[in-house]
């Protein structure tokens, strides 16, 4: 399947720690790379490969893959962790795959 | 650091073509990576457009090909996006951002604001 597959939302309680899972069949050939979206803002990278952090992104947020399944985990979040999360992985013909977004609540 | 900025109109009629800009500053856009298109309708989800490479190689969404050109112009250090017959489907924000190809991992980094271009007569 060409398809990234994530849940459409999740929550969390504030100072807890949230996964969010990307699955797809390309993930088994690729690391995913995950970004955040906060309302009228553009996509920013949080995570690449197998677990880099840009500058800038705090440590709590972390990745992880085994088989066709990519997490991206964020321990202890924070109100400002409250956005749209998408990971991206590429297809066996090279084209580019977005997952549906997952949208994280911060309770 | 690379900086990406789109530009183009904001309102295109249906069977027209949109055409779009994106500036690249901070950097060459000659540099080893690729530049590429991806758009959002609102309260959607992302959905990547095309890719091009500074020697003008293309690679294009299946479910686009037909109506997408992507070209680069190394001179003002800016790519395009041409997308023909629109329609109201293709009311979106549309982003810029550059792709960088590592051996085993990849990644979009950094991306342009975002213009919403909306189809409508």
């Known amino acids: 399947s060409s398809e990234l597959t994530q849940d459409p939302a999740v929550s969390v309680a504030l100072g807890q720690t949230v996964r969010i899972t990307c699955q797809g069949d390309s993930l088994r050939s690729y690391y995913a790379s995950w970004y955040q979206q906060k309302p009228g803002q553009a996509p920013v990278l949080v995570i690449y490969?197998?677990?880099n952090r840009p500058s800038g992104i705090p440590d709590r947020f972390s990745g992880s893959s085994s088989g066709n399944t990519a997490s991206l985990t964020i321990t202890g979040a924070q109100a400002e962790d409250e956005a749209d999360y998408y990971c991206n992985s590429r297809d066996s013909s090279g084209n580019h795959l977005f997952g549906g977004g997952t949208k994280l609540t911060v309770l | 650091q690379v900086q990406l900025q789109e530009s183009g109109p904001g309102l295109v009629k249906p069977s027209g073509t949109l055409s779009l800009t994106c500036a690249v500053s901070g950097g060459s856009i000659s540099s080893s990576n690729w530049w590429s298109w991806v758009r959002q309708p609102p309260g959607k989800g992302l959905e990547w457009i095309g890719e091009?490479?500074?020697?003008?190689?293309?690679n294009y969404n299946p479910s686009l090909k037909s109506r997408v050109t992507i070209s680069v112009d190394k001179s003002k250090n800016q790519f395009s996006l041409k997308l023909s017959s629109v329609t109201a489907a293709d009311t979106a924000v549309y982003y810029c951002a550059r792709f960088i190809v590592a051996t085993f991992w990849n990644w979009f980094d950094p991306w342009g604001q975002g213009t919403l271009v909306t189809v409508s007569s």
């Open positions: 091009i490479y500074h020697s003008g190689s293309t």
């Open positions: 490969g197998k677990n």
